[in-house]
């Protein structure tokens, strides 16, 4: 009788558990469809959706790390920056819609500040001053985009030069409103309004770049108008590549007297150089050249510089840079030497 009252009991505490389950039943949702991340291949590599929209993102940059020298300096200079970008663009009826921004992050070693709380314990706050000096984050480029028309800031159109590390092209970053038509055949042309002063007037600067880029190399001709200044300046740039491995780059400047445009401080009347660049592997590429500069506006000087560069990528997206510059001309009682070795990680 004892097994039997258990064996029931057993049965009716059970039939009440399933019971009280049934009536408690847990509801488990579905899951919700996932958007995965797709890629963007339209813009080229590197792309991607960004989810749940057509505009297509690009996330990219690079590490730098860069010491400095020069005959003059009693010490190593460094240079360490990160800099990243970010590029969106979209189709629309006019044409791609793009916006880009570059933002620049630098550390300098090698300038000296002065302790301005051991001066005074008022001019304490200057030291943030100081600080900006040799470190500091600031936007390197911001353009909107649509078809051939761009706005927004960066370096000028007229911010052109050599491979080299030697050389001036002229230019600088600036405000601007410019558009490209695109012709056939690797033709384009390029008319861009930019604005150098600080509220001084409304008459911005007038830059023009004509050129072509084909399998043989590419030509362009500048041509900028300083409304301030009231002067002008002209440029050409040729390469060539001879074979694939062998190119030749040439460069010639004319400027009416200083300028925005000139292609040093106080520029110069007239300028020429090259340079010739050897690609002796994927990996390795060794350059030198050199540029003249004639009749300096301000003081009548000719001078003169030439550079070597050895390029190396130690592995993909990993660069090193070595630079060796020699200056010369009336502007120096004697020559000098400078250079630098750079590594770049890019991404």
């Not at 690797?186 to 409304?202: Q, R």
């Not at 050249?289 to 592995?315: E, K, M, P, R, S």
């Not at 004697?334 to 990680?345: A, L, N, P």
Request: glycine share 12%; net charge negative; aromatic share 14%.
């Amino acid at each position: 009788m004892n097994i039997k009252s258990l064996l029931i009991g057993s049965a009716a505490a059970m039939a009440a558990t399933t019971g009280a389950q049934a009536a408690d039943a847990i509801f488990v949702p579905e899951p919700e469809p996932m958007e995965y991340v797709r890629v963007c291949d339209v813009y080229g590599a590197g792309f991607f959706y960004i989810p749940g929209t057509e505009t297509c993102l690009k996330i990219g940059g690079y590490v730098r790390y860069q010491i400095d020298w020069s005959e003059g300096d009693d010490g190593w200079r460094k240079l360490a920056r990160g800099d990243l970008t970010i590029d969106a663009r979209s189709e629309t009826e006019f044409g791609t819609l793009g916006g880009f921004i570059e933002f620049r992050a630098d550390s300098y070693s090698g300038i000296s500040t002065p302790d301005f709380a051991a001066i005074d314990p008022a001019l304490a706050p200057l030291s943030s001053v100081g600080a900006g000096i040799t470190r500091g984050v600031y936007l390197q480029q911001a353009i909107i985009s649509l078809g051939g028309l761009a706005m927004g800031y960066s370096d000028t159109l007229y911010d052109a030069g050599l491979s080299g590390e030697f050389d001036s092209g002229g230019g600088s970053s600036i405000h601007f409103i410019r558009y490209t038509f695109d012709a056939a055949n690797g033709v384009f042309v390029t008319v861009a309004l930019e604005e150098a002063d600080d509220n001084l007037d409304y008459t911005p600067n007038v830059v023009g770049n004509i050129g072509v880029a084909q399998g043989w190399g590419a030509v362009n001709v500048w041509a900028a108008y300083d409304a301030t200044a009231e002067e002008w300046a002209a440029k050409a740039i040729a390469k060539i590549n001879a074979t694939e491995q062998l190119s030749l780059e040439l460069l010639g400047t004319y400027e009416s007297d200083s300028s925005f445009y000139s292609v040093t401080r106080g520029g110069y009347e007239w300028s020429a150089g090259g340079y010739l660049k050897f690609a002796a592997t994927q990996r390795l590429s060794v350059g030198a050249g050199a540029q003249y500069f004639a009749d300096n506006h301000l003081t009548g000087n000719d001078d003169w510089a030439a550079g070597a560069v050895i390029d190396y990528a130690l592995v993909e997206n990993f660069n090193t840079k070595l630079a060796i510059n020699y200056n010369d001309g009336d502007s120096f009682d004697d020559g000098t030497f400078s250079g630098f070795i750079r590594f770049d990680r890019n991404f």
